[in-house]
């Protein structure tokens, strides 16, 4: 049931998208109950193979897990492989987690289009601990911050990303940084890195609010006891100061925005005389005829003068 109902909430049907806002909307007094955790890293740095040794932990321990993955989509033919339940084969078999990929879409920032409802779905649905996997494409992603209570950030040592990883950007917005593949050889690259993190962070991030650096290793589900601690400290500090509140209502705010500006290009792309406006002016930038920013003066005044609301 919660599985089909994110697909009604990804179709992009007009009637389902009418369904999937009641159903929504319905289930949001059940919702908000959950740790929101965000992961996200350079590609190859071990994400899945994270997220199901802490959730194989987390469900030991008599915890819900709901697994929110996002799948990179081509740019030449806009498909996903969404292989992330074979990357997690022990995980996905647990019956108290559940693990649903998604495709990114056009979306920027390493998230899906619709991944704060299906979040939502998966909190009024009883899960406790939602973790959220962003496509791991590096600096970009931050838009996972927007969502989440605490966001990890996954790093590799010894491979040149230390260096590249001090720049600001996706650290900024890290409330831990995890060394992964600690194991073996690996061990003393590991410490080595995260000496270098907190350097870092402390160039980075406010001296009385630093990020936790911390070290482990998946395959030898070392650190994953003292990672979940820390994340469940921090949680339940900012719950007891009301930061945690202050958070999501921030990024409840900030979602509403994001939806205004994506219905306001729907609102472009269904309303005949708007859309011609918009071709024409396309055509015209696209020539070298038009500037971009006469072009999208002309787009917003058409807009304007026509007195469409954005659709629903």
């Not at 593949?181 to 270098?196: F, H, I, P, R, Y």
Request: aromatic content about 2%; hydrophobic content about 45%.
């Amino acid at each position: 049931m919660l599985a089909r109902a994110i697909t009604l909430i990804e179709s992009s049907r007009p009637d389902h998208q009418a369904m999937a806002q009641a159903l929504v909307n319905r289930l949001m007094p059940d919702s908000g109950r959950s740790m929101r955790i965000g992961i996200t890293g350079v590609p190859g740095v071990g994400k899945s193979a994270f997220i199901e040794a802490l959730g194989c932990k987390l469900t030991a321990a008599g915890h819900r897990v709901a697994v929110l993955s996002i799948d990179p989509s081509s740019v030449r033919s806009g498909g996903s492989v969404l292989g992330d339940k074979a990357r997690m084969m022990k995980l996905s078999a647990d019956p108290n987690a559940f693990i649903r990929p998604s495709p990114s879409g056009s979306v920027l920032g390493g998230i899906a289009r619709k991944t704060r409802e299906t979040m939502l779905l998966c909190e009024a649905a009883g899960y406790d601990v939602m973790i959220i996997e962003t496509v791991g494409v590096g600096q970009s992603e931050v838009a996972v911050a927007t969502m989440t209570d605490v966001v990890l950030v996954l790093m590799l040592a010894g491979a040149g990303d230390e260096l590249q990883g001090i720049k600001r950007g996706l650290l900024e917005q890290a409330d831990m940084v995890v060394i992964t593949k600690a194991d073996g050889a690996n061990v003393t690259n590991a410490a080595l890195a995260a000496s270098q993190y907190r350097f870092a962070m402390g160039l980075l991030h406010d001296p009385h609010d630093l990020p936790a650096v911390m070290i482990c290793s998946a395959l030898e589900l070392t650190g994953l006891d003292e990672i979940w601690t820390t994340i469940a400290e921090r949680v339940r500090a900012a719950d007891a100061s009301g930061g945690l509140q202050a958070r999501r209502a921030e990024q409840a705010t900030a979602w509403m925005w994001a939806l205004v500006e994506q219905k306001v290009r729907e609102t472009l792309r269904q309303t005949e005389s708007i859309h011609a406006i918009a071709e024409n002016a396309e055509q015209q930038v696209r020539g070298g005829t038009m500037s971009p920013v006469f072009g999208a003066d002309a787009i917003v005044e058409a807009l304007r003068l026509s007195g469409v609301s954005p659709s629903a």
